[in-house]
C-alpha cells in the first residue's frame, strides 16, 4: 500500500516543453505539499494546500501551477520549462491534528530532467 | 527566513564506530523532526520531538532536542552500512510549513 504516490518517477523533455507531475496520497491527509530538492539535496518547500486551497506559494516563478482538485490529488504542471527546473520534486502530505507536531510523509520523487 | 544548518555536511566512518550529526538554528522550534532519506527515494520520518531536553531513542538512534529548542543532534551507536544515507532535521516553528536543514550525508564502510 503506498502512502503517498507520484507519477512519473523520471522526466526527460527539452526546454520550452510543459509537463505535470500528478501525486496522490491514500492517508486521508488534509495537507499536501510540493518540495523542491536540488542538486545538493536542499528540500525547499514551493507550495502548501489544504483541503484543496493553496496556503503557502514560496515565491516559485508563475509558470508553476499546482491544482488539487480534491484533498488527495495536488498535481503539478511547469510551463516553459528551463535548464533550471531540473531538480527532484517531492510531494508530501501531513495532518493537521489540533496542537499536535507536523509531520511530513513524503513520495518517491520524481526526477525532471530539462535538456 | 528560519535557516537550519546541519553538521558536519558529509560523514565517512566505520562500520561499528559512533557518531552525531548536529542541527542548528537560531530561532525556537515548536517542534523538530529527524528523516532519514536513501538514494532514489523521498525522506522517511525517523522522530520528533517537542520539549526542551527531550530524548528519543530509536534502537540504536538517540535524539535529543536542546534544552532552549533551537538545535538538537543526533547520536549513532555501532553505526551499520544500512545506516548509510542522507540525514535531514526539519524544523516547524509555528507556521504552517515544514523547514528543512541543509542535510549530512552519512557513509557507513564496511
Known amino acids: 500500500d503506498t502512502a503517498v504516490s507520484q507519477t512519473p518517477k523520471y522526466l526527460v523533455t527539452q526546454m520550452g516543453n510543459d509537463k505535470s507531475i500528478k501525486c496522490e496520497q491514500n492517508l486521508g491527509h488534509d495537507t499536501m505539499y510540493w518540495y523542491k530538492q536540488d542538486s545538493k539535496k536542499f528540500l525547499k518547500i514551493m507550495f502548501s494546500?489544504?483541503?484543496?486551497?493553496?496556503?503557502i506559494n514560496e515565491t516559485v516563478p508563475n509558470r508553476f501551477s499546482p491544482k488539487s482538485p480534491d484533498k488527495a490529488h495536488l498535481n503539478l504542471h511547469i510551463n516553459s520549462l528551463e535548464l533550471g527546473d531540473s531538480a527532484v520534486y517531492f510531494c508530501?502530505?501531513?495532518?493537521?491534528?489540533?496542537?499536535?507536531?507536523?509531520?511530513?510523509?513524503f513520495g518517491q520523487g520524481t526526477r525532471l530532467t530539462v535538456v | 527566513t528560519q535557516l537550519l544548518e546541519q553538521s558536519p555536511q558529509f560523514l565517512s566512518i566505520q562500520e561499528g564506530e559512533n557518531l552525531t550529526v548536529y542541527c542548528n538554528s537560531s530561532?525556537?522550534?515548536?517542534?523538530l523532526q529527524w528523516y532519514r532519506q536513501e538514494p532514489g527515494e523521498g525522506p522517511v520520518l525517523l522522530v520528533t520531538?517537542?520539549?526542551?531536553?527531550e530524548v528519543k531513542k530509536l534502537k540504536r538512534l538517540t535524539f535529543q532536542f536542546g534544552d532552549a529548542r533551537k538545535d538538537s543532534s543526533l547520536h549513532i551507536t555501532a553505526a551499520q552500512p544500512g545506516d548509510t544515507g542522507l540525514y535531514l532535521c526539519a524544523g516547524n516553528f509555528g507556521n504552517e510549513k515544514l523547514t528543512f536543514g541543509t542535510g549530512t550525508r552519512l557513509t557507513i564502510i564496511p
Open positions: 494546500y489544504n483541503n484543496k486551497e493553496l496556503i
Open positions: 520531538v517537542v520539549t526542551g531536553g
Open positions: 530561532s525556537v522550534f515548536s517542534s
Open positions: 508530501a502530505s501531513s495532518q493537521e491534528l489540533g496542537s499536535a507536531p507536523l509531520e511530513a510523509f
